[in-house]
């Protein structure tokens, strides 16, 4: 090969240099001996080997390990000059690259500041099987802005919410949603009804053909009709029912079973539950006008309301199931105990049974109900609520387990009796329903605690009824019950009848109020694990108003009648003497010496000061005659010093 101008000293043996550099077309290639390095286009290599122009090569090696990476990807490099150690002012156009040190430094400070991209989007991925996991450990993890909060419609998979018991609910904001792993279900907050189940839910069936609802208002302490039918549909009817003493702001319920004999009504109440024991509520009476047999009530106050769901049997009952209720008929049952009624006791806890029996031959009507619950071997009952027309009950009932089946049995005292039956059934795994008037209360699992088993809003309803079974397979005892829960200032509750495997109570019951939310909790007698499901019929009984007359107005004058009782002093405010008004006295107060004085003034316009003390706070006699035109005042302590003077006696005493 040629060699064109050799700048430096004469070449040695072998091209040996003392010290001294050796340029080959000054700058083509360059040995620079005092620093052992190589150019190429370069006569100041400033490493081993230092080209500057474009490199060629068919393999590459550094440390003895080959570089694998294709053209492309060495290009990414292409542009950056320099090595960045400071991340927090880089721009968009900057081409330098980020050291490890700096990259760190940027993450470490984001984590606790805000990322801001104007309009651009921020995309955070994960594209192999970790999670993505944002810890905070303040009130609010994000806060969102956008027109869309959140959108995983993209995924075909499930958004996890929060996760806890009914006592570890926080105290609820508006929009605030949550899994309950009391009660097994998805319950949001709302201002109107606190915590509450949202969805997961069906639409209770009800039996429509048997049952109805009504209201009735302005009942005062005369008898006035609450209901009434026809006597040939129905023989007997049930009344579940929320009255309002509207006087005096109490709620109640009451169960009243009215029977008939198409000339003569009764009718009997139970299931009572007060917000005011000591107050007077509407009482029930029952009769038949014109064909029509009458729930009548008479108030213990001059303003009741009351609404109604009215569970009727009798000539228009057919037989037939609506959800757990199921209506029967038997047209024949004699004085040997025959099954009235079964049930499979693998599906099926317990049932509540309303019970109407019709003896023809005597004209006579008798009203009963029943409880019946099973443990698995043994099945228990208890009747109660009898109601008569006649002198004598009209049958009996036994209940047994008899294979697979649950039996009621029933022996009339009578023959050819006719007994319908409108009976609710409730099996250990209800799923949650809900309807206009009734419920089906989802199982849940409680324990010796009490646990939430239902709860509802004062905004929905006043009052409920409930039927509840338990069960402990643990223990192998069982229960049912029935439970009446009303609410005014407070919740308040009450127990029974019951029946249960045990003897005594399996489940005890509780109630509160906090807000607008009535919850509804129980707690069993044989601990964990005890599953308790439910039937509940509710009614909303509001203010329907009293008329005027019947109440004391605030601001407007008004002629009030009859005796008042005052639990509490009357507070009279500071005025001026009353004008003279016809056959009216006044009792006012009036300011004297800058203080409140209680005053009479008669129909003559004579006024007297009731309140005996003067400024100096001595007893003090005042009385202005209009007619002698004299006023009198006499100071009174004074006076009969005046007089122990004179007598010797002592008529003032210091204690």
Known sequence: MAIGRISGSVLKSNLTRNGVDLAFETNLLYLDVTNSRVGIGTSEPTTTLHVNGTTNTTALQIGGTAVTASATELNLLDGITTIDTDLSSVSASDDTLASAKAVKAYVDQISTSAISEGDSNVTVTDSGTGAITIAADGGTIITMNATTALDASGVTNAIRLPNGTTAQRPSGSVGEIRYNSSTDTIEGYTTAGGWAQLGATTATAENTDDTTTGDATA??????????????????????????DEINDEVSTAKHSLVHNDSSAFVATSHITESDPTNAYLTAQADVAGGNARLLGTGGSVVNSVSTYRIALGDNTSAGT????????????????????????????GAKYYISVNNASKTEVSNMEALVVHDGTTAFITTY??????????????????GSNVELSAAGNEPNLRVTMYKILLADDESASTGDNVNVIEATTVSSAATTIDSFATTAYTGAFYVFTGHNATEGASSISEVMVVANDEAYITTG????????????????LSGQTVTVQAASTSGASTTVNGYRVHMLRGSAGASTADTVLVSTEQTISGAKTFSSPIALTVGSDPATVANNAHIYAKDEASSAEVFVRDEAGNVTKISPHNEAGEWEYYSRNTKTGKTVRINMEEMIRDIEKLTGKSYIKNS
Request: net charge negative.
């Open 219 to 244: 009942i005062s302490t005369s008898q006035g009709v609450i209901d009434q039918f026809v006597t040939s549909s129905f023989d007997s009817a049930w009344y579940l029912t929320v009255t309002r």
């Open 322 to 349: 609506t959800g757990n209720v199921v209506t029967s008929i038997n047209t024949d049952v004699d004085s040997a105990s025959e099954v009235v009624d079964s049930w499979a006791h693998a599906t099926y806890r």
């Open 385 to 402: 609520g009898l109601v008569n027309t006649g002198a004598n009950d009209l049958l009996s009932l036994t209940a047994a387990i008899n």
């Open 497 to 512: 009848p019951m029946v249960s495997s045990k003897g005594t109570d399996q489940l005890t019951f509780s109630a509160s």
